[in-house]
């Protein structure tokens, strides 16, 4: 009998707010509903902060997808998983590689289109990061 995965559907406010955790939950259910997925669970991490990567319910939900229990992560908008965009794309990126999809539903786009802009952005860091890691290579002399 092959393994039920589920689809984890993700939440975040900074400041705690019952009302916005409800709004966003709803919103993620009714997208899910319309749109075929069956088994959903809400991660909700209500007064947390998208620049801290250490929050309960983003916890529960890597142990989640790293057991192999998730199949698709949705959120309402990219910035609900980190206010740091590079962060969000390796987050993206290291999820995708092991066949987690990602669907961001204000932003507009699901798994392929981030792979076009995660590719994107990595090319454009790439000198940045070789620079960082070997400072050396990268002296100018006249």
Known sequence: MPKTKITALYCRVAREDDDAIALQEAMLKEYSR??????????????????????????????????????????????????????????????????VSFISISDGFGVSHFDVLSRSIREFLAPKKNFEKNPKNFLVTT
């Open 34 to 99: 319309e749109h075929g997925y069956d088994i959903v669970f809400v991660y909700a991490d209500n007064g947390e902060s998208g620049l801290n990567f250490d929050r309960p319910a983003l916890s529960r939900l890597e142990a989640d997808i790293n057991a192999g229990r998730v199949s698709t992560v949705i959120v309402r908008s990219i910035d609900r998983i980190s206010r740091d965009y590079i962060k969000n794309l390796e987050w993206v990126e290291k999820n995708r590689c092991i066949g």
